[in-house]
């Protein structure tokens, strides 16, 4: 069995475990105690197939005959002693699993064993969140039919028993059967409750076939969901940090459900909370108006909160659904939770390549986008051999931009773009020389052209300018928009409310980045310090192995948090990290356990530094450096919450004076630091007048 995903085919094997002998790898004997215990062992599981150890046929003398010398390895000590009494056992039965994605095994062994691919296809995955999705949306519909196959499955099984029944009968009946009333009124009895089965079996196949109708209708979104995921599959070809799950991507599709529709995606808001606050400011009728009015919106829509952190849920069970509008919903919602998920995780150099990727995934299914296009884009196709280059033109078009132009006449709407180039030699020089070219207007009838193919027209003749041209068109596409683009700020808090015991935070670790300054308000909030023992921060290097096991072993079982960090210096220790991570997946796991990391990223983006389980069930958070002057801007004006804007004195001058102090600032030194910017909006917070004093002076 080999599986992309390692904790499912598990699961699976562990249920057959339930009913056939297995025989189990020292690996796991080893490290999960539980399968050392008496009560399993007629069941245990064999995993890794290639262990370097003793062969099979040493563990004792003679070698049972049904097992080849070509199977794996293991030590004698760790074999339990009723091993060889089993392989004479008929119902013995032999399991091997495997890691890898794409194993490829020699001929002996592909030859004897039963080869399983566990892993996901595209069309299964699609008819699983279809069931997801409309047990979120009409869970009355996914009830019916749940009954509708239980049901009949009873028929099958009653229709077998009267059959076996009979059979009976017939076979122990003696003498005349025409004078024995017993069977005839058997047979009676049975021909009333077979008519009586087959027409409840022709009504439910009947009420099956509309509920199906009914479940279609959802199938667009789950088709988008199986979509994104297997994008977000691809990933790991760009980084290895780049591994998701199965389960990791699940709980995002559903939490994407409970978002549809809603414009507030926050925390849940908390009456009471918000009483306190306007009893406490009881002269401020503007903010007693303000509140009403936000917990009237609120509550419409199902934002009103609990205790539960997660919010409610909100199901549309209601039958006067508007179903394509809540279907526009749930797909742009599905769509956009996947990307955000997967972008906070991305190094900034990847994030627009992801963008890009999800677009022309998107937009071909949706048939919005010429495959053949996007061909161009992927590949920049050029003429092996173009027609000579007109000597006018050598000045300002060069030989490769003139054979991608000559490429471009595969496409029908740029079929004559080399001949209308030479004959209107000065426009098209002025396009192709500009510094923006993608700011200016085509020349002639080409600025008709739709903007992908003017991306296309980018890509072939001045591929320096794709990069800004792209993000250009992703911001201005009706169905992608500013969101793909524009990235939201860090949110630790957000964050927090998508972790859960058995999902650890992963965080990567860049120059100047400080991991316990950005939890400080999270832990502040929620009370959990070194002081008070409920947050444990461990600089892992050589020795901290035994302290950072015993930290994990105590918060799982009394709960708190435990922040490892450099776990990229511990190659040799992440292995076992990975083992005790999986048990915080154990239903005795104290429910406040939080586990966080923090590595560097590898020299090398396809080098494998950290286990891949550890990985795919982390929430992964790259907080770079801002690189762009209005980034740091932005970063430093949201490090201030809204009671901080409140106390300004003068709001609107503050706002004028940042602004002019950011552009006085920009044209004389260039960008600066996102420190000297957090400075610069607290000054002018505090003294709009001094900040503009500062503007003139620099």
């Not at 002018?684 to 620099?698: D, E, Q, Y």
Request: glycine letters at 4%.
């Amino acid at each position: 069995m080999f599986a992309s995903h390692r904790r499912e085919g598990e699961r699976e094997v562990e249920k057959l475990c339930q009913r056939l002998p297995f025989l189990a790898s020292n690996l796991l004997l080893d490290l999960n105690p539980k399968w050392r215990h008496a009560d399993y062992a007629p069941s245990i599981l064999l995993s890794h197939l290639f262990l370097p150890s003793p062969p099979l046929s040493h563990l004792s003398p003679p070698s049972p005959p049904s097992l080849p010398p070509s199977l794996p390895r293991f030590p004698k000590p760790i074999l339990p002693p009723f091993l060889p009494s089993t392989f004479g056992s008929p119902k013995f039965k032999l399991f091997l699993h495997t890691k890898l994605a794409n194993p490829h095994y020699p001929p002996e062994i592909q030859a004897e064993c039963t080869l399983i691919n566990f892993m996901v296809t595209e069309s299964g995955l699609e008819d699983q969140l279809l069931a997801k999705v409309v047990l979120k949306e009409r869970p009355d519909l996914e009830e019916e039919k749940t009954f509708l196959i239980v049901q009949q499955n009873e028929f099958k099984i009653k229709l077998a028993e009267l059959e076996a029944g009979l059979l009976k009968q017939l076979a122990e009946a003696e003498g005349d059967l025409t004078e024995n009333i017993v069977l005839i009124e058997s047979l009676e009895e049975a021909k009333r409750v077979s008519i009586d089965v087959n027409e409840k079996v022709a009504i439910a196949q009947e009420t099956e076939i509309k509920i199906n109708e009914a479940r279609e209708e959802y199938r667009e979104a789950a088709n988008r969901g199986a979509l994104l995921f297997f994008a977000l599959g691809e990933m790991f070809k760009i980084h290895s940090f780049y591994h998701y799950s199965l389960a990791a991507f699940t709980s995002v599709f559903l939490r994407a459900i409970d978002f549809a529709g809603r414009t507030y995606t926050g925390p849940p808001i908390h009456v009471p909370k918000y009483m306190a606050m306007v009893q406490a400011s009881s002269k401020n009728a503007f903010m007693k108006f303000r509140t009403a009015q936000m917990m009237l919106r609120a509550g419409a829509k199902g934002m009103i909160g609990t205790n539960d952190e997660k919010g409610p849920g909100k199901p549309s069970t209601h039958v006067d659904l508007d179903l394509p509008a809540r279907m526009k919903d749930l797909i742009a919602s599905i769509t956009y939770q996947v990307f955000n998920f997967c972008r906070r995780g991305l190094f900034d150099m990847h994030k627009l390549l992801f963008t890009t990727s999800i677009a022309f995934k998107v937009l071909q299914r949706i048939n919005m986008l010429d495959p053949d296009e996007c061909q161009f884009i992927i590949f920049g196709k050029k003429s092996l051999q173009p027609p000579p280059l007109h000597p006018e033109m050598q000045a300002w078009c060069s030989d490769a931009a003139w054979a991608g132009a000559h490429a471009c006449q595969e496409m029908k709407p740029l079929e004559k773009i080399c001949s209308d180039m030479e004959s209107d030699q000065s426009k098209w020089q002025a396009w192709l020389t500009d510094e923006r070219p993608e700011d200016r207007p085509m020349p002639g009838d080409y600025d008709k052209l739709s903007g992908f193919q003017k991306l296309i027209l980018l890509r072939q003749m001045r591929p320096d300018r794709l990069t800004g041209a792209m993000r250009n068109w992703v911001f201005t596409h009706p169905v992608l928009g500013r969101k793909y683009i524009s990235e939201e700020t860090f949110d630790i808090f957000g964050i927090y409310r998508e972790t859960a015991p058995e999902t650890a935070m992963y965080f990567y670790l860049f120059p100047g980045a400080d991991i316990v300054a950005d939890l400080d308000p999270l832990m502040k909030a929620k009370n959990y310090t070194i002081e008070n023992g409920k947050f444990i921060n461990i600089s892992m290097g050589q020795g901290q192995e035994p302290v950072a096991e015993e930290a994990l072993d105590r918060c799982m079982k009394d709960g708190g948090w435990v922040f490892l960090q450099n776990i990229h210096l511990m190659s040799g220790w992440v292995k076992a990290l990975e083992r005790k991570l999986e048990g915080s997946q154990d239903p005795d796991t104290h429910k406040d356990f939080r586990c966080f990391l923090s590595a560097e990223p590898p020299p090398a983006p396809l080098q494998q530094t950290i286990p891949e389980a550890i990985l795919q069930n982390s929430i992964k958070v790259s907080n770079e450096p801002a690189k762009s002057l209005d980034m740091l801007l932005f970063r430093a004006w949201t490090n201030f919450n809204q009671s901080t804007l409140d106390a300004c004195k003068r709001p609107k001058d503050s706002a004028c004076c940042c602004s002019a102090c950011a552009s006085s600032t920009r044209a004389s030194t260039g960008a600066r630091s996102s420190e000297t910017w957090g400075g610069i909006v607290a000054t002018c917070m505090a003294s709009p007048s001094a900040i503009c004093s500062s503007a003139v002076m620099s």
